[in-house]
Nanobody, 123 residues
């Protein structure tokens, strides 16, 4: 069974920094794109940053220049370094990945989500 497990959320003052981590575990053959999404209360989930297996990245306009996504393919990890945090960054942050896994003797591709980690930025 494949799982994405996030860590690193918490409470921080405006202007502060946090680093989110996400570990992919299970019978993984390969990991394609990975990314971070967030959902604030009363709002739809939105893409924050994404990174391909070759480390090409893209960011939401609201976080460009402040957030950095990275990944370690060998460790099956993805990270989100968040600097200059603002109260409007407050949300539950979710890790996402497209993963090929063993399913018996075959390989199956699925889209996976982590359980979410709360980030709260106080003013």
């Amino acid at each position: 069974q494949v799982q994405l497990v996030e860590s690193g959320g918490g409470l921080v003052q405006a202007g502060g920094s946090l680093r989110l981590s996400c570990a992919a575990t299970g019978s993984i053959v390969s990991i394609n794109d990975m990314g971070w999404y967030r959902q604030a209360p009363g709002k739809q989930r939105e893409s924050v940053a994404r990174i391909t297996s070759r480390h090409s990245t893209n960011y939401a306009d609201s976080v460009k220049g402040r957030f950095t996504i990275s990944r370690d393919n060998a460790q099956k990890m993805v990270y989100l370094q968040m600097n200059s945090l603002k109260p409007e960054d407050t949300a539950v942050y979710y890790c996402n990945a497209g993963i090929s896994r063993w399913y018996g003797t075959t390989i199956q591709w699925d889209d996976y989500w982590g359980q979410g980690t709360q980030v709260t930025v106080s003013s």
